[in-house]
T-cell receptor, first 114, second 114 residues
Framework: NAGVTQTPKFRVLKTGQSMTLLCAQDMNHEYMYWYRQDPGMGLRLIHYSVGEGTTAKGEVPDGYNVSRLKKQNFLLGLESAAPSQTSVYFC?????????????FGQGTRLTVV | GENVEQHPSTLSVQEGDSAVIKCTYSDSASNYFPWYKQELGKGPQLIIDIRSNVGEKKDQRIAVTLNKTAKHFSLHITETQPEDSAVYFCAASIPNFGNEKLTFGTGTRLTIIP
């Protein structure tokens, strides 16, 4: 079992460029989440999905879009990258909602926007 | 929404001593409180959790206590070892009919001094 796999692991973007971060899980989990981690601010939820074909906004959704076309994949898109989006991005998945089961995290994607 | 505060932001203890990390939450409806450990270059991993109907939970050298009246919970690590060095995050979750989300604290960087 690979668990939760994020692609890519590192990326440098120029301001205004677009990119997609891919998250794949092989645990048949219903719930998937995208977080960003910034120094001194912990993990903040960007978007999440409670099942295939559904998405919802989290705490800091502006500037990001997501899609969950397949149960095992959760894509995070940046349409026009800004320096404020420089961060480490983590994807997570869980079998049930946050209060019921453990969330499994990927290893993160370090994104720098210059 | 929920707000979770975590203290201290950094903590250094001598190997073999105990470490305590404290968190407070704002919403009295929160009923699930996990703790995650993040090692360098990795994603967070669940180490222990507690639900609001329990006051204390222990797993070998780690324990978590919950005071619902004061709305705070703490992580206790005894007989610390070098491998305990990591960033620790507390979190809280409010019941929401399958739409529960974790709100994380800002993290504590724990360093064990050999």
């Amino acid at each position: 079992n690979a668990g939760v796999t994020q692609t890519p692991k590192f990326r440098v973007l120029k301001t205004g460029q677009s990119m997609t971060l891919l998250c794949a899980q092989d645990m048949n989990h219903e719930y998937m989440y995208w977080y960003r981690q910034d120094p001194g601010m912990g993990l903040r939820l960007i978007h999440y999905s409670v099942g295939e074909g559904t998405t919802a906004k989290g705490e800091v959704p502006d500037g990001y879009n997501v899609s969950r076309l397949k149960k095992q994949n959760f894509l995070l898109g940046l349409e026009s990258a800004a320096p404020s989006q420089t961060s480490v991005y983590f994807c997570a998945s869980s079998f049930l909602g946050a209060e019921n089961t453990e969330a499994f995290f990927g290893q993160g994607t370090r994104l720098t926007v210059v | 929404g929920e707000n979770v505060e975590q203290h201290p932001s950094t903590l250094s203890v001598q190997e073999g001593d105990s470490a305590v990390i404290k968190c407070t939450y704002s919403d009295s409806a929160s009923n699930y409180f996990p703790w995650y450990k993040q090692e360098l270059g990795k994603g967070p991993q669940l180490i222990i959790d507690i639900r609001s109907n329990v006051g204390e939970k222990k797993d070998q050298r780690i324990a978590v206590t919950l005071n619902k009246t004061a709305k705070h919970f703490s992580l206790h690590i005894t007989e610390t070892q070098p491998e305990d060095s990591a960033v620790y995050f507390c979190a809280a979750s409010i019941p929401n009919f399958g739409n529960e989300k974790l709100t994380f604290g800002t993290g504590t960087r724990l360093t064990i001094i050999p």
